[in-house]
């Protein structure tokens, strides 16, 4: 008879324990599957807003994986009202605790002037951007007093911008004030996040 080398061979198998470990596979498919509807959090309990540019591993450089978060990525990465739609619902009712921004260096809401963008736009909607539905399943919906500049929110300087959305989500009354928020600048050139303000490669080329 072979010798088995696995740590167990002076056991003897428990009888009739299968079948633990099938039911146990079958639950964790069941939450899985059911998770919104059994209100389980996401495994981290946290939210991450992030721009949309294609450059950025969102979950590989905050070490996420599959589960762990809600991921919400537009241009810029900013605070607009649907990331404090998606924040308030998350927050209130799926047991979320902990929100990350992540914006980044080169971002393109960086590479041309509010009147560039706003003249691009104008000239894709044939005519002034005051008539077309910002949101076109809510026509009501409308910038205010607000210019259409600030609605498409360009930066001048991504670490302030990082910290201005930092500050827009702990002060939203939809947001919980025990809700932990963070942000960080993904540097594109070093593959590595910075906390915003905190530019090494500034800092190690001037005499100290
Ligand atoms: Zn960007």
Excluded at 87 to 98: C, G, M
Excluded at 170 to 192: A, F, K, N
Aim: proline share 5%; with cysteine.
């Amino acid at each position: 008879m072979p010798h088995h080398t696995h740590d167990h061979t002076d056991d003897p198998p428990e009888p009739g324990r299968v079948h633990e470990a099938v039911d146990s596979d079958i639950d964790a498919r069941d939450d899985w599957a059911r998770r919104r509807r059994k209100g389980i959090p996401t495994d981290k309990q946290l939210l991450v807003v992030a721009c949309m540019d294609e450059r950025i591993p969102v979950e590989e450089a905050l070490g996420l994986e599959l589960g762990d978060a809600q991921v919400f990525r537009n241009a810029g990465g900013k605070v607009t009202d649907d990331v404090i739609r998606s924040a308030a619902l998350t927050t209130q009712f799926f047991e979320t605790t902990e929100i990350i921004v992540v914006n980044h260096t080169d971002c393109g809401m960086m590479s041309a002037s509010d009147e560039a963008v706003v003249e691009g736009l104008e000239a894709a909607a044939g005519g002034d951007l005051d008539d077309v539905d910002l949101d076109p399943a809510l026509p009501e919906l409308d910038v205010g007093e607000a210019t259409l500049a600030d609605w498409v929110r360009m930066t001048d300087d991504i670490d302030e911008a990082c910290r201005v959305q930092i500050e827009l989500l702990r002060d939203h009354p939809l947001i919980p004030d025990e809700v932990t928020v963070s942000g960080y600048v993904y540097e594109v050139e070093s593959g590595h996040l910075r906390r915003p303000g905190e530019r090494v490669a500034d800092q190690v080329n001037e005499r100290v």
